[in-house]
């Protein structure tokens, strides 16, 4: 062999005793559902801590933190599956391992596609016995709760590289209890607004499906450093908070985030202009309704996001919605700010407030719309008088403190504070506060574990328990099992 050459003959071609043992995982002799528990199995295995560190090629800063244990390595931006610059950081879990043997995993390789997902079951106890609401998303109390089953296909475009053109796309389908926040109008949302349920926590089927991610996206480097252009339903831009229970800090919800936009349908495009800053632009149909829905109006996004060369310090100022348009379904004008800040890898802080508000509600005449708050002070509960004309406003703010414990634990401290001037957005005119701490254990890399402890209340008016009590204490567990 000449001097300096490389021997790239595959190791089976060297003989048994020198060719890698090929995993059980992706073993097509063994049959699926033995292949699916192989993978679960072997990532149950302790990691091998000489094993080299994989660290791909990204064009930016390095990633603030560490995930896990945290719900993601990066600073939040919205509407993109990761910022520009940063790859694909997706972890392969055991249905892809399973599926990696057979054709069509080869194809789904060759071509960038993962299919993935979880399942998401919680319980939990609380001094409510008709309603958790406003808090989220376990609203029905003293009770075990099936929450999400979701099932993701996608494709990341590659933003790391400068030289072509890449596509993407993402579809999201979900089934269980959270679809009665995620709904939007046109969207299968008759199992939501065409059920009322007088007797439950919450009006709607008990349990309903919503295909609420579906975009494409298109990558174009050579504007400023890069500019993705996604076009479909996607999330709202500028939350803490997703509705995706793996990427959350906490089980629930605070209330901020439980009653603003969740998803939108139209057109927004990303642009990093630097390692410092990102621009996005983009038009959409308004919160939650669909373009074709009679619901919709035209409504403008704009956000930028400024990140410290230190990495330590993040803003995020948003437009996340504005037409000037009255209340229709749920067309909010939302301003929001988020500050995050890194004290350590481990240790980081984030904090968001917004103004919130509608037009003329007293005018809405659309499904799931009404015309009164449930609770205002000074009337019996069910009795209050129309919402105002003009604006309804809402203002809020949460602070979240999350501390690693150790590379497979977090703590975090979600403390809020909001203020529902005419109970537009919960129903009950009041001020409240939110306190909560909760710890997420991934006892292997595709289960999570998150207990949780939750004490709120309301100042002006008995807003829990379906507006009996101006208080609510509870604890909460979940399950994220990922696939």
């Known amino acids: 062999m000449p001097a300096g050459s490389t021997d790239v003959a595959p190791a089976a071609a060297l003989g048994d005793s020198q060719a890698a043992p090929v995993a059980a995982s992706g073993d097509c002799s063994r049959g699926?559902?033995?292949?699916?528990?192989?993978?679960?199995?072997?990532?149950?295995?302790?990691a091998d801590p000489n094993a080299p560190a994989s660290t791909p090629a990204r064009r930016g800063l390095d990633s603030p933190f560490p995930s896990p244990p945290f719900p993601s390595s990066e600073w939040q931006l919205g509407g993109v599956d990761y910022p520009i610059g940063v790859p694909n950081e997706n972890s392969q879990y055991p249905l892809e391992k399973a599926l990696s043997c057979t054709s069509l995993g080869h194809w789904m390789q060759d071509n960038r596609i993962e299919v993935y997902g979880w399942i998401n079951p919680s319980a939990n106890l609380s001094t409510s016995s008709h309603s958790n609401y406003p808090l989220s998303y376990a609203t029905r109390p003293n009770r075990v709760e099936f929450d999400q089953f979701l099932f993701r296909i996608e494709r990341i475009p590659d933003t790391v590289q400068t030289d072509h053109i890449d596509w993407g796309f993402h579809f999201d389908d979900l089934y269980g209890y959270d679809y009665h926040y995620t709904t939007m109008k046109g969207v299968t949302s008759n199992q939501l607004l065409n059920n009322p349920k007088p007797n439950s926590a919450l009006n709607g089927k008990l349990y309903g499906n919503d295909p609420m991610i579906a975009y494409v996206d298109l990558y174009i480097p050579w504007v400023a450093q890069g500019m993705v252009i996604t076009a479909g339903r996607y999330l709202s831009l500028p939350d803490i908070e997703a509705q995706f229970s793996p990427n959350n800090y906490l089980l629930t919800h605070s209330i901020l985030y439980t009653v603003d936009a969740y998803t939108n349908m139209g057109i927004i495009t990303t642009t990093k202009l630097s390692d410092q800053w990102t621009l996005q632009l983009g038009i959409h149909g308004g919160d939650d309704s669909a373009i074709w829905d009679s619901t919709s109006r035209l409504t403008g996004q704009a956000c930028v996001r400024w990140v410290s060369k230190s990495n330590d310090d993040m803003l995020y100022p948003c437009v996340e919605s504005f037409n000037g348009a009255r209340q229709t379904y749920n067309n909010l004008q939302e301003f929001v700010m988020t500050w995050g800040r890194r004290f350590s890898p481990q240790v980081h802080m984030l904090t968001e407030a917004y103004y919130i508000y509608v037009k003329d509600q007293a005018l809405a005449t659309g499904p799931g719309q009404s015309q009164a708050p449930t609770g205002v002070p000074g009337y019996p509960l069910g009795e209050a008088p129309s919402f105002p004309l003009g604006k309804n406003p809402a203002y809020g703010i949460v602070?979240?403190?999350?501390?690693?414990?150790?590379?497979?634990?977090?703590?975090?401290?979600r403390n809020e504070f909001y203020d529902d001037k005419d109970g537009q957005r919960t129903g009950f005119a009041t001020r409240y506060s939110s306190h909560t701490v909760g710890m997420?254990?991934?006892?292997?890399?595709?289960?999570e574990i998150r207990p949780e402890l939750r004490y709120e209340h309301a100042y002006d008016f008995p807003a829990y328990n379906g507006g009996l009590k101006n208080h609510q204490t509870t604890a909460l567990v979940d399950a994220i099992l990922h696939y």
């Open 32 to 46: 699926f559902f033995s292949r699916l528990a192989a993978a679960y199995r072997e990532d149950a295995q302790p």
């Open 440 to 447: 997420t254990y991934w006892a292997t890399p595709d289960l």
């Open 399 to 413: 602070n979240y403190v999350n501390v690693e414990v150790s590379p497979k634990a977090y703590v975090s401290v």
